[in-house]
């Protein structure tokens, strides 16, 4: 039996994580992203949605990522953020 470290490592080494989005970004939000942005094989925060931009950007700044400004600027700009795949 594959237990589920060995499938997550496995779509890590074949990149193809698994994309987690958040939609929220109140405290427990918060919680479950510290737990995403740690590395973990194979899974990654990708995206957070809140009504308000500042309480999802809140989220990236306090784990101090570059990743939202990356993403903020490929919204501005139209483009899809890099390391993501449109459907």
């Not at 589920?4 to 919680?31: H, K, Q, T, Y």
């Not at 990356?70 to 449109?86: D, K, Q, V, W």
Request: charged share 25%; hydrophobic share 50%; no cysteine.
């Amino acid at each position: 039996m594959i237990v589920v470290d060995e499938l997550l490592r496995r779509r890590a080494r074949e990149g193809n994580p698994i994309r987690v989005g958040l939609v929220g970004a109140g405290a427990a939000a918060r919680m479950i992203a510290v737990q995403l942005l740690t590395p973990v094989d194979g899974i990654r925060l990708v995206a957070v949605a809140n009504r308000t931009l500042d309480h999802a950007a809140r989220i990236y700044a306090d784990e101090k990522l570059t990743a939202f400004v990356e993403l903020e600027l490929a919204i501005r700009s139209g483009r899809t953020p890099r390391g993501l795949r449109t459907a």
